[in-house]
Structures are given as C-alpha cells and as structure tokens.
C-alpha cells in the first residue's frame, strides 16, 4: 500500500474521533492548519521510529484541512467499515478481495482502536 494511503487511512480515523476537524463542516475548515502552525501527527508507517515518508522524524505535518486531504479515500473508507462488520464489497470471501483492500481495511481498524485508545489516555 502507498504510503500517502497509509496517512490518509490515519487521518481518516483521527477525523472521525473528533481528534481532527472536530468543529469543521463540509466546506469550511474551523482549525485549519497552516506552514506557520500545522497540525503534527504521528508517522502511520513507522509507528513513530523515523522512514523516509517522514523524514526518519517520526512525524509527519499537515499544512491544510486533513478533511480536503482524504477527499479521495472518502468511498474507500465506508467499504472498509463494511467489510470490517462483515460485508465485503465484492462478494465472496476475504481471498477475492483485492491485497491492498485488505491492508487497507486492516489498518482503518487497527487506527480506529489506536486513535480510541490515545484518546482514553
Ligand atoms: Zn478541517
Ligand atoms: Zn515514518
């Protein structure tokens, strides 16, 4: 999977926790980011150690609406919650999914359950 995917699954699951965009609607962002103060995230990639999608920093920027930047995600994002609760979007079982649906599907849900559990902290 692209690692522009991998961070944009994050941020999808960072958004829908209220950890992001909490008050911003469709077309207006409230908080929005800018290069003189953005909005840091953890690297999704490497779990915080340093890769070359983030500089070996272990953090990435974000420098506009994190909503505007998982635009084209959007659809993929409602058929891995589907098939996280059972429904696949291509019938038949996990072996006709394509490969990187499933890696992608695998880490909405494990950054849902990671956002969920920094929130609690
Ligand atoms: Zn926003
Ligand atoms: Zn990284």
């Known amino acids: 999977m692209l ?3 991998k961070k944009k699954i ?3 699951a960072l958004i829908r926790s209220g950890a992001l965009c909490r008050a911003c609607s469709r077309n207006k962002c ?6 003189e103060s953005p909005v840091v995230i953890a690297c999704p990639i490497c779990g915080e150690k340093g890769c070359d999608a983030c500089d070996d920093s272990g953090y990435y920027e974000l420098t506009e609406c994190p909503q505007k930047m ?3 995600v959007v659809s993929f994002i409602r058929f891995a919650d589907l098939f ?3 429904c696949p ?3 038949g079982g996990a072996l006709d999914q394509a490969n990187w649906f499933l ?3 695998g880490q909405l ?4 359950a990671l956002v969920l559990a920094e929130a609690k902290k």
Do not use: C, F, Q, Y
Not at 30 to 35: A, G
Not at 109 to 112: T, V
């Open 84 to 86: 996280n609760e059972g």
């Open 10 to 12: 994050r941020l999808a």
């Open 89 to 91: 979007p291509v019938s």
């Open 70 to 72: 998982i635009t084209d």
């Open 103 to 105: 890696d992608a599907a």
């Open 3 to 5: 690692a522009t995917t």
């Open 109 to 112: 849900k494990a950054d849902d």
């Open 30 to 35: 409230v908080d929005m980011p800018t290069p």
